[in-house]
């Protein structure tokens, strides 16, 4: 059944670019999981990886008639890969809260799991990217209620920390911070924090890593004369506690909640949250902290003249440490409304922009950038007659302006609620939600969305590279990308100097990667030659992306000319065409001398998957690769010799 959607194009043609207005938005696709038990399934966070694949977790209700950690893996394009389940041995809830990726495209799962005896864990699970469970560490203090995690964060390839809490007794609940080693699961050291002399709730809400692996948490933590405040500490990578941190507003005991942290390009922390003010209520609230701990600023948001309750959720970072903020903010006459605000490193705002959908409650909980700085969010937005529906709202970064608005609503006008959004590369925008399901409860739901835009572009030149030889025959092949929304007829052509230039007319669906092959030719001249590749398209609106170059070398083999000016020796080569492949490629070699050799193929995960020629000695080679029943993603071709290693990375597209 087709999903209702809308897109809001915003009549302002004084204020925004006509370039802008005529990009409107739409739904790719929404793609819906239920797990085995069809019933409740809630998304509790989402990752990508950079190949595109995602990742979703948060809790599934299970064919055993429990809800357990549930973890769904699939392609750019809605896909399922793969999916697996975690619980403890009680049949109490299980819950995963957050997830991570490492550099491997390795993923993590932390929450809480419950044992035989109804006593919770603070359980963090690994899986390989092709699903493989490698590890699984639940961590319980002896004498406490339940632990629990809340946040993940994997530092490159080496390093892996959560936050999370310790329920000690009664109303009594502790941070709790676990550095693991990542390989083996092992509890590398533990930290936790009670406020002295209270007896109450400290809790984290989020966990972030500095650009010199500092452990930045942030959350709130109770006061008897103050209430609970925020609560900001950093940890160096042993555990050592370098400063801490909390904010109260002094002319006010009532709340101040942190509830999302962030890290900028100079290793300064932002945390944004709520606090409140006798005057004004709830003020959406953000602060700044220097390295050494020393705040930097302490901004207010509260909106006149209603003096009623703004709240913030999100908060990211760009590379000039400007600060942008997303939450929710109550007027008069249209209720809660979306609420960005952005800030430069010295707190001054730059810009304020409220969204309202239809006069009723607008509540934006999610917040990304692009590579151009472009600001998405993402919420939910009450409709009188169809309850809680999804509102996407894109922003210009630099001002402010609103470029579009997408709103999406279930075909049974249910609740839909939105719980993370993410840009990637080339154009790539994700939802991650929870709607109700055809036959189930509620069901894990991802959304892509799209710009109607025209952009095409070659990738790469896979044929000729390295170096080839002037017997051979070449054939020149690219990989053309469509980056946009729409089908294209593409005009593309290759030109390698000093004379050969071809040209062909290629239509490219939507999202495709297509390998191009044109006019073969033979270079009878030893030499290094440039090659280009252009594409030629009406209206792309990225000609930036529109032409690739690379070079290959000509040589002779040993022997084969006479003439002594020819006679060099054989360079040796790797080349793997077409790249990125589907279901073949093919790989070429050289080496200098007869030697024995071993051609592999490994994973991003170090595992090899493919073993091609093992102890060969021929000095040249061409092998077939099947591609068949591997997943899409990053490997790598190696050729080993005894004096020597060569490697090309290979892309694998489904």
Known sequence: MLKRTESIILGLALLLPASILAQPVDTMFVRQFNASGNSADYLTDMAVAPNGNVYLTGIGHSAANTDQYWTVACDRWGNKLWDAYYGGASTYSDSASAIALDSRGDVYITGITYDANDSGSMTTVKYRNDSTQLWASSLHFPGDVDDGGVDIV????????????RHTSGLEVDYLVVKYNLLTGDTLWTRDYSRPGEVDEDMPVAIALDHNGNVIVTGYSYSTSTDYDYCTMKYDANGTLVWQRFYDYPTSDGEDRAAALAVDASNAVVVTGWSY??????????VRYGTNG?????VRYNRVPANDEDYGYAVVTDPFNNAYVAGFSYDTGSDYDYTMLKYN????????????HSNCDDEAYALALDAALNVFVTGFTVDPANDDDILTVKLNGTTGAVYWAHYYDDPGHNADDPERII??????????AQVPGDTSDVDYALLRLYEQTHDCGPVAITAPVDTVFTTDTLTPEIVLHNYGAYAETVLVRVTIAPGYQDTLRHFIDVGNYDTLSFASLVESLVGVYPVQCTSLLAGDVNPLNNTVSDSFIVTVLTGISQDPRNIVVIKPYLQVAPNPAVNRASIRYAVPDPERLNLEVFDAGGRLVRNLAAGSNRRFGAVDLDLKGLAAGIYVVKLDTPRERFTRKLVIER
Do not use: E, H, M, P
């Open 294 to 298: 020393d705040t930097t600023f302490r």
């Open 277 to 286: 003010s006798d005057n004004t209520d709830y003020d959406l609230t953000t």
């Open 345 to 356: 490193s010295t707190g001054t705002q730059q810009w304020l922009q409220r969204y309202d």
């Open 423 to 432: 840009c990637g590369a080339n154009g790539l925008i994700l939802v991650g």
């Open 154 to 165: 994997a530092k490159d390839s080496t390093a892996l920390y959560a936050c999370g809490w």
